[in-house]
């Protein structure tokens, strides 16, 4: 249980585009998503959190108006990179809440997908 | 806020040696306490987990014990296997929060 779907896997994009990524939650309804960068060989970064139907919080220092996220059903949030350039080149993770469920789904807090690896050229 | 300091690597060790990463956290409160273990190109998966000082999470081999006087959670594992080759994180999560705060990682190479 507590599948969550991230798509695309990998992305090669041209500088200048914007590229949109997919999180979904297969078999649980998860009204709180998480968005995560994470830099070779370093941690994870949080970036924002992604509420249902609200508009998402943003850790400070990321771009909003460059990281755009939308978070319009129970069981999908989309982070999309506008004006791409190599500097977004990064692996990107998102995670779905599993915080009240029951178990087995609320085990672990977080239920990740397995990210999306997005080079600007 | 939460934060979280992990055993800087990476860490290479040989078959079937001990293995200790080390963690210590700062929260308010009363955490729960989470390693997770992200593969190489994956997401992270949940490894283990401790909710209350003294528990002892286990799984694959793998243990941590919730030591609040020390506010750490070291994770080990007696014989690590070259399919334990992986980053490790440790993450403290505060009582009624949701965002979780990851460690810096830990890299583990297994050589056979």
């Known amino acids: 249980g507590a599948v969550v779907s991230q798509h695309p896997s990998w992305v090669i994009c041209k500088s200048g585009t914007s590229v949109k990524i997919e999180c979904r939650s297969l078999?649980?309804?998860?009204?709180?998503m998480f968005w995560y960068r994470q830099f070779p060989k370093q941690s994870l970064m949080l970036m924002a959190t992604s509420n249902e139907g609200s508009k998402a919080t943003y850790e400070q220092g990321v771009e909003k108006d460059k990281f755009l996220i939308n978070h319009a059903s129970l069981t999908l949030s989309t982070l999309t990179v506008t004006s791409a350039h190599p500097e977004d080149s990064s692996f990107y993770i998102c995670?779905?809440?599993?915080?009240?469920?029951?178990?087995?789904?609320?085990?672990?807090?977080?239920?990740f997908g397995n990210g999306t690896r997005l080079t600007v050229t | 806020g939460n934060s979280v300091t992990q055993m800087e690597g990476p860490v290479t060790l040989s078959e079937e040696a001990f293995l200790t990463i080390n963690c210590t956290y700062t929260?308010?409160?009363?955490?729960?306490l989470f390693w997770y273990v992200q593969y190489p190109g994956e997401g992270l998966q949940l490894l283990l987990k401790a909710t209350k000082a003294d528990d002892k999470g286990s799984n694959k081999g793998f243990e941590a014990t919730y030591r609040k006087e020390t506010t750490s959670f070291h994770l080990e594992k007696g014989s690590v296997q070259v399919s334990d080759s992986a980053v490790y994180f440790c993450a403290p999560l505060g009582q009624g929060a949701q965002k979780l705060v990851f460690g810096q990682g830990t890299r583990l190479t297994i050589n056979p």
């Open positions: 078999d649980f309804q998860a009204t709180t």
């Open positions: 995670s779905a809440s599993t915080q009240g469920l029951a178990t087995p789904y609320g085990n672990s807090p977080l239920h």
């Open positions: 929260a308010t409160g009363y955490p729960s």
